[in-house]
Nanobody
């Protein structure tokens, strides 16, 4: 079992920045590929970003590429999402997720591949 707790959400104006953090506890963090997903009101959950166990490979949704950066600190068992140039359409609940089948060179963008999820943190971007 892995427990994931997100933090760092809040209200920000368009063009601003936020940094989300996800703290993991439980089994060996370094074995898990990690990702961020988000879900806006009345929309399905969508992929945002993911990275492999050793951070060699990173993946981003086209909608956030160039604005968001995912990173992990295996020593601290954390994964962060730096969000810059935020837009109103980025408003959503953001979820951290862990994939126990992760490896050094690959991380999935499919939510069904992730085994553990945090409770989510709200990000609201005002125009």
């Amino acid at each position: 079992q892995v427990q994931l707790v997100e933090s760092g959400g809040g209200l920000v104006q368009a063009g601003g920045s936020l940094r989300l953090s996800c703290a993991a506890s439980g089994r060996t963090f370094t074995n898990y590929a990690m990702a961020w997903f988000r879900q806006a009101p009345d929309k399905e959950r969508e992929f945002v970003a993911a990275l492999s166990t050793t951070s060699i490979s990173t993946y981003y949704a086209d909608s956030v590429k160039g604005r968001f950066t995912i990173s992990r600190d295996n020593a601290k068992s954390t994964v962060d999402l730096q969000m810059n140039s935020l837009k109103p359409e980025d408003t959503a609940v953001y979820y951290c997720a862990a994939d126990r089948q992760g490896n050094s060179y690959y991380a999935s963008a499919q939510s069904l591949d992730y085994d553990y999820w945090g409770q989510g943190t709200q990000v609201t971007v005002s125009s």
